[in-house]
């Protein structure tokens, strides 16, 4: 069974790991998705890849605000509506204190993560079609607190917020709209976030992640994307203002 049959999907940080796992469990799932990345040849790669006269990409900066219209117009223009949109984009910062973080990094994990995030669904929500589906992500880093991750940690506490503003004032259309938490993930991120704390043997930092979590392993992006197709598809029809937590248990210590 087609579970997004006839629906358009919009997928920021579409080039990543959990953005193209997304893409293609929603391409399988019957629907046309809009990917949207700042880099375009990551974008053909991915498109490329997917193989598939169902999607198509827009290069955009999600820190600014006239990219998010434009994506959002040419999804309408290429697809005629948008169902489901997974404000997905964003970046780790660097691993420092607080007092010694770089103030121009602070203001760029703020651009992307958080100011990205609210010009999501700023531009997308009053466009999407009634009933839709809106999945924002944020971590388990906007559960709790990690050492070194400060400003990435701020921004994924704070799009709890902007989700939950936004499940209420879209209510009236039927709008779903959700947060996903995940753990480590098995990807690009968390290489880079191991490499900073222990550049001479990062597999360490990995397995002082891993000792943390019950299930002794990284979720793989495909089973983030699972979860977000759950949100996306009718499975979830009563559910918005909720935090999907897919984290192996890790929450648990």
């Known amino acids: 069974m087609e579970k997004l049959k006839n629906k358009v999907a919009i997928i920021t940080g579409g080039a990543g790991g959990i953005g193209l796992a997304t893409a293609q469990l929603f391409l399988n799932e019957g629907a046309k998705v809009m990917l949207v990345d700042i880099n375009e040849n990551e974008l053909k790669e991915t498109v490329q890849s997917l193989d598939s006269e169902k999607v198509a990409y827009c290069v955009a900066d999600v820190s600014q605000s006239r990219d998010h219209g ?131 043997n990062p597999g360490e930092a990995q397995k002082g992640f891993e000792v943390t979590i019950p299930f002794e392993r990284y979720a793989e992006s495909a089973e983030i994307a699972s979860m977000a197709l759950f949100l996306a598809s009718e499975d979830s029809s009563y559910i918005t203002g909720t935090m999907q937590i897919v984290d192996g248990g890790m929450l648990l210590n």
């Open 70 to 200: 434009k994506y959002v117009a040419e999804t309408i223009e290429r697809f005629g509506k948008i169902d489901i949109f997974f404000n997905n984009a964003g970046i780790e910062g660097d691993f420092k204190p607080i007092s010694e973080y770089p103030e121009d990094t602070f203001d760029k994990v703020i651009s992307v993560n958080l100011k990205g995030v609210w010009l999501g669904c700023q531009h997308v929500l009053p466009k999407m079609e009634k009933g839709g589906s809106v999945m924002i992500t944020s971590s388990v880093a906007g559960l709790k607190g990690f050492k070194g991750l400060g400003a990435y940690v701020a921004t994924k506490h704070a799009v709890i917020g902007i989700m939950r503003v936004a499940a209420l004032e879209f209510a009236d259309k039927k709008i779903r709209v959700n947060t996903i938490h995940p753990g480590p993930v098995n990807n690009r991120m968390m290489r880079s976030i191991e490499e900073q704390i222990s550049p001479d």
